[in-house]
Nanobody
Framework: QVQLVESGGGLVQVGGSLRLSCVASGRTPSRYGMGWFRQAPGLEREFVAAISWSGVRTDYGDSAKGRFTISRDNAKNTAYLQMNYLKPEDTAVYYC????????????????????WGQGTQVTVSS
């Protein structure tokens, strides 16, 4: 079983920054890709960013490109999402997810490939 715990959400003004963290436990986290998704009220959950097990390869959704950076520290079993130049439309619950496997594969940006999810952390951007 895999457990994911997000932190770092909060209230920030337009143009500000936040860094989300996701600590993974259970199976060997460093062998699997990680991703971040978000869901705003009344909208479907959308892909934000993904990172391969090694951290070498990353992918971003259109809303995140140029502003967000995903990274990971396998020694700490932690994935991060650095969010800069935040906009009101970034307001959402942000979820960390762990790839269902197999281990050592490239990143994935499809929700159905993620078997494990955190509880979510609220990000609110005020104008």
């Amino acid at each position: 079983q895999v457990q994911l715990v997000e932190s770092g959400g909060g209230l920030v003004q337009v143009g500000g920054s936040l860094r989300l963290s996701c600590v993974a436990s259970g199976r060997t986290p460093s062998r699997y890709g990680m991703g971040w998704f978000r869901q705003a009220p009344g909208l479907e959950r959308e892909f934000v960013a993904a990172i391969s097990w090694s951290g070498v390869r990353t992918d971003y959704g259109d809303s995140a490109k140029g502003r967000f950076t995903i990274s990971r520290d396998n020694a700490k079993n932690t994935a991060y999402l650095q969010m800069n130049y935040l906009k009101p439309e970034d307001t959402a619950v942000y979820y960390c997810a762990a790839d269902s496997g197999p281990p050592y594969r490239d990143y994935v940006d499809v929700q159905s490939e993620y078997a494990y999810w955190g509880q979510g952390t609220q990000v609110t951007v005020s104008s």
